[in-house]
């Protein structure tokens, strides 16, 4: 008899057992199928921050695009005064700002960290300095609420920001120009890029800046609060560019790169001339001040249009881009000028290319641009790393697989083309 209840009592237990393991097992299974809707239901929320140079961004964007919420801080004021960016003094403005920035984007969202999928912050190429003090405060941020955190490569995010505004499959040609870069390349996915030319020495928008610097634009009563580019831009609407005649740089180099140095010398040289005939000394107005900015952007504008269109004919050559609806992307900083938009627009209508500019508010640096870049790498799962992995800035940093020299060696030589352009 003792032995019979005791086979009883361990059935039972058996029973129960097997109960209570079915019962957890199918609260775990609810729990699952809770979370599976849960994500399904709630966009993948990212957000981005940004300060590879001057500008202290942060944005929070879903998964379909929209902007939740945004903060810009530029620090352009205060680097138009001391006559162009100093390092440390970015660096320091970064520091005051970004809590605040990345505060208010949250806040604007109405998304708390908790609810965000992940961070995506800028860490390659800019300014060392700008660069660590967004890399510091988002690796902070994704320690203390356990996120996820996606390293960004700024030219990338400016290369997919289009995408972000409208449908723009894979493969296109895209032409980034903005203050410290300038480069050509096929965007082949989104970490996929064949870099056909880049900048030599410098940028177009450095150009730019350090011309209307010589030129003391900063003096003019319309171009006081104006970058130099900007003042460059507006003083061109009223000058005559036939008036001063720039070389266009590396006319005999058949490839896809760079060179704004040379072209800067060419312009120095005519200023001090001038200023030596209207009798003043450097940081004076010069009269022709208007036709010397509006034969600069003519000269920068063929210059970037003559080696795009190069790169065109190549991507045709080796069939890199769809023989149906091909596009140029024309982004960063320096694709809001009107007149390089032009110069653009003649080089694909002649090839037979699209031209898709995203507006000029998202071709400067901002964070919009940065957690887009985000959500591409999230929904492709790309690049995405646990918040306790370290991860270092690179000031210097190419974009995707160089090809530059077998541009180079196939040495296309480009059909005339009218470069006539009205403002």
Known sequence: MPNLLIRLFVLRCDWFGKMFRSKVKALTLLQLRYTLRHTASCSRLVLGIETSCDDTGAAVLDETGAILGESLHSQKEVHLRTGGIIPTVAQQLHRENIQYVVQEALERSGVTPSQLAAVATTVKPGLALSLGVGLEFSQRFVRQHNKPFIPIHHMEAHALTVRMLQSVSFPFLVLLVSGGHSLLAVARGVDDFLLLGHALDEAPGDTLDKVARRLSLVKHPQCSSLSGGQAIELLARDGDRTKFSFRTPMGQTHDCCFSFAGLRNQITMTIMKKEAEEGVEEGTLLKCVNDIAAATQHTVAAHLAKRTHR???????????????????????????????????????????????????????????????????????????????????EPKAPLGIDITAEVKAAAIRLPPMKMKITN
Request: charged share 15%.
């Open 311 to 393: 790169a065109i004919l190549f991507c045709k050559a080796n069939g890199l881009l769809p023989p149906s609806s091909p596009t140029l992307v024309l982004s960063g900083g320096v694709a809001s000028n009107q007149y390089i938009r032009k110069a653009l627009t003649i080089v694909t209508e002649m090839t037979g290319l699209h031209l898709i500019c995203p507006p000029a508010k998202f071709c400067t640096d901002n964070g919009v641009m940065i957690a887009w870049n985000g959500v591409e790498r999230l929904r492709e799962r790309k690049g995405i790393l646990p918040p306790d992995v370290d991860v270092c800035y």
